[in-house]
């Protein structure tokens, strides 16, 4: 069974830093890009990074470019994100998202910036 467990969500403040991770398991990991994607209040779906299988490459969203870093660890199933330089309009619930699976999801970790 595919499973995704997001954490490291919290309560910062503006230009604070936080690390997600993604706990992933129930498929082979190394085989598939991963991604982010986040679910702010009242607002459509967002894919803030996509990184692909092997950690070769990443793509971030105009929003996050420069601030966010995707990355993941393939011997222990794990995916990061890495956020700094947060803003209120990063509030949100973060979920990692395999793009091939979109119907997997992970109960995902809410991330709350304050001014």
């Known amino acids: 069974q595919v499973q995704l467990v997001e954490s490291g969500g919290d309560l910062v403040q503006v230009g604070g830093s936080l690390r997600l991770s993604c706990a992933a398991s129930g498929f082979v990991f190394s085989d598939y890009d991963m991604s982010w994607v986040r679910q702010a209040p009242g607002k459509e779906l967002e894919r803030v990074s996509q990184i692909v299988f092997d950690g070769g490459s990443a793509l971030y969203s105009d929003s996050v470019l420069g601030r966010f870093t995707i990355s993941r660890d393939n011997r222990r199933n794990m995916l990061y994100l890495q956020m700094n330089s947060l803003k209120p309009e990063d509030t949100g619930v973060y979920y990692c998202?395999?793009?091939?699976?979109?119907?997997?999801r992970g109960q995902g970790t809410q991330v709350t910036v304050s001014s």
């Open positions: 998202n395999i793009p091939s699976m979109p119907l997997v």
